[in-house]
């Protein structure tokens, strides 16, 4: 069975431009988490889906920062426009749901802004 | 404010040793926990898990040890080897809620 894959692995922007990073993930699950991994805050949460429908926006994150979720198996999570406090690795993460908490993360994007 | 935390940024232990992580939370709702591990350039995976019912759980070298009135739950690791080396993630959630609030992270180094 494929894990969750995140693609791209790498992703160097400048200032100001829009980036759009993908997620597929594990067949099946139900629940899709965006996070963003600094080694100051630790992992925070993004956004949140349920079958597609979104859970949580992730507040402080909502002006810069859209995620979508065409179909239940991808995801994008778009950043518009990009500043430099951005850079940081994004992970996508997915799980059952419905009492399957464990959550399956991918290897994450690697986003640095100049 | 931060609902889950590890005070503790970095543990140094001796190989051999016992390893004890821990986490405070602030949600008394949360009724699951759990501990992640993550190597570098890595992405956690989980390592155990354990619901509000039992105090205690057992696997292995790892016990999970919960204090709901202390709102604490530790992580000890026993005859921790050179390979326990990883950053340790403590994470909590609330029945009916699948969304998991994660720690900071201990960053543990098992010196041989």
């Known amino acids: 069975d494929a894990g969750v894959t995140q693609t791209p692995r790498h992703e160097v922007a400048e200032k100001g431009q829009t980036i759009i990073l993908k997620c597929e993930p594990v067949s099946g699950h139900n629940d899709l988490f965006w996070y963003r991994q600094t080694k100051i805050q630790g992992l925070e949460l993004l956004s949140y889906f349920r079958s597609k429908s979104l859970m949580e926006d992730g507040g402080a994150f909502k002006d810069r920062f859209k995620a979508e979720m065409l179909n239940s198996s991808f995801s994008t999570l778009k950043i518009q426009p990009t500043e430099p406090k951005d850079s940081a690795v994004y992970l996508c993460?997915?799980?059952f749901g419905t009492g399957g908490r464990e959550q399956y993360f991918g290897p994450g994007t690697r986003l640095t802004v100049l | 404010g931060q609902q889950v935390k590890q005070s503790s940024p970095s543990l140094t232990v001796q190989e051999g040793g016992i390893s004890i992580l821990n986490c405070d939370y602030e949600n008394d709702m949360f009724d699951y926990f759990a501990w992640y591990k993550k190597y570098p350039d890595n992405s956690p995976t989980l390592l155990i898990s354990?619901?509000?019912?039992?105090d205690k759980r057992e696997d292995g070298r790892l016990t999970v040890f919960l204090n709901k009135s202390g709102k604490h739950f530790s992580l000890h690791i026993t005859a921790s080897q050179p390979e326990d080396t990883a950053v340790y993630l403590c994470a909590a959630a609330n029945y009916g809620n699948e969304k998991i609030t994660f720690g900071a992270g201990t960053k543990l180094t098992i010196k041989p």
């Open positions: 354990v619901r509000s019912n039992v």
């Open positions: 993460a997915s799980s």
